[in-house]
């Protein structure tokens, strides 16, 4: 297994962020977790999820609105996931733990596991980003190279017109083959997974038993198996290539930089965690409220990544103090200042990791 630190015994830069950043929070009375602007998407976006599962069920329509529909099922589902689902299994959504468990279930419900997906997110992505061997979010190889210490295969020539495509099939991969291989191996990439409590295992069956129930067969029964199977590909390459998309602009860039780590090797990264986050990631649409509302705030990664136990309706406002901070310490701060351009910095990095062995 391989181990990787950060050299943080002269760290200086993230104490003195966090010190302005609590400062923050204290001088204007607030708490770090959601507020009505928060709770208001999960009192929209869940309702809204179910009235257009419930609609496409048993109210005839045409099949170009039932395809249109489907696509907003996927879209809503993302939003679900972006918006209520990541901060409240960050722990951020509410200062209650049981309101957080409760609606990180959220992601039960719409095929993942929460469970499994802490490991994956909080703990291997959010302290190891961008190093290739223990970040299972950039282990997507030999499908797609997104650094130069992967593999080249000379199918990677024309990756950057065959990802989106692959990037269509994320949640699929994710909720019926990926979240099963973890369990079964009891690993996710290359670290332990946590033992499961008899709960844990339990949640883990029940819900991917609704899953099934839900998304596969019920709707077959219901429709016949064509119209569900549109509906069901639809539904999850709309979903697949938005989850797929946000990522990739936060961390897969020209200007974002990776590391390596060997199954056996024990590597010391040169910089300070905070440090190695920033320069690992990278802020796009940052004055896009649409952008900013939609993402859950997952365009501001930097802030995302310093600090994943802040809800992200505050992302923007410390956005301002992150950037500044960054200056002091002659930090370079990523960040796109559209959504188009970041996708053009994405599809230009994986098309040089094709083109280069």
């Not at 760290?11 to 708490?31: C, E, G, Q, T, V």
């Not at 019926?176 to 949640?203: C, G, N, T």
Request: glycine share 6%; aromatic share 14%; proline share 4%.
């Amino acid at each position: 297994m391989p181990k990787v630190t950060f050299n943080n015994k002269q760290a200086s830069f993230f104490p003195a962020l966090k010190k302005d950043i609590d400062a923050y929070f204290k001088n204007n009375k607030i708490r770090k977790t959601g507020n009505w602007k928060l709770f208001s998407k999960a009192i929209v976006f869940i309702p809204l999820a179910v009235v257009i599962y419930l609609l496409l069920l048993f109210l005839p329509m045409p099949g170009l609105v039932s395809i249109l529909l489907c696509a907003l099922l996927g879209f809503t589902l993302a939003l679900i996931g972006f918006n209520v689902m990541h901060d409240a299994c960050h722990g951020c959504y509410s200062s209650r733990p049981v309101v957080n468990e409760l609606l990180g279930y959220t992601l039960n419900l719409i095929g993942g596991n929460s469970f499994i997906w802490k490991q994956k997110h909080n703990i291997l992505h959010h302290t190891y980003t961008n190093v290739d061997g223990m970040d299972d979010d950039i282990a997507i190889s030999p499908f797609i190279r997104l650094c130069r210490t992967q593999k080249w295969v000379p199918i990677h020539k024309i990756q950057h017109l065959y990802a989106p495509f692959l990037y269509s099939l994320n949640t699929l991969a994710w909720m019926l083959w990926q979240d099963f291989q973890k369990y079964f191996s009891r690993k996710v990439y290359r670290s332990k997974l946590p033992a499961m409590s008899l709960k844990e295992h339990v949640i883990f069956w029940v819900s991917k038993s609704f899953y099934v129930f839900v998304y596969i067969v019920f709707p077959i029964v219901h429709l016949g198996w064509e119209e569900w199977l549109i509906g069901f590909l639809v539904l999850n390459g709309v979903m697949g290539l938005g989850t797929s998309i946000v990522f990739q602009l936060a961390h897969v860039l020209e200007e974002t930089e990776f590391s390596y780590v060997g199954i056996n090797d024990a590597v010391t990264i040169e910089n300070e965690w905070a440090v190695h986050q920033i320069k690992t990631t990278a802020d796009f649409s940052p004055k896009s409220k649409l952008v900013t509302y939609l993402a859950g705030g997952l365009n501001f990664q930097i802030e995302h990544h310093l600090f994943p136990r802040i809800s992200h309706v505050y992302y923007p406002s410390i956005s301002k103090i992150v950037k500044k901070k960054c200056e002091e310490f002659g930090i370079p701060y990523l960040s796109n200042s559209n959504f188009f351009k970041a996708l053009h910095s994405h599809f230009k990095l994986i098309k040089e990791m094709g083109a280069h062995r």
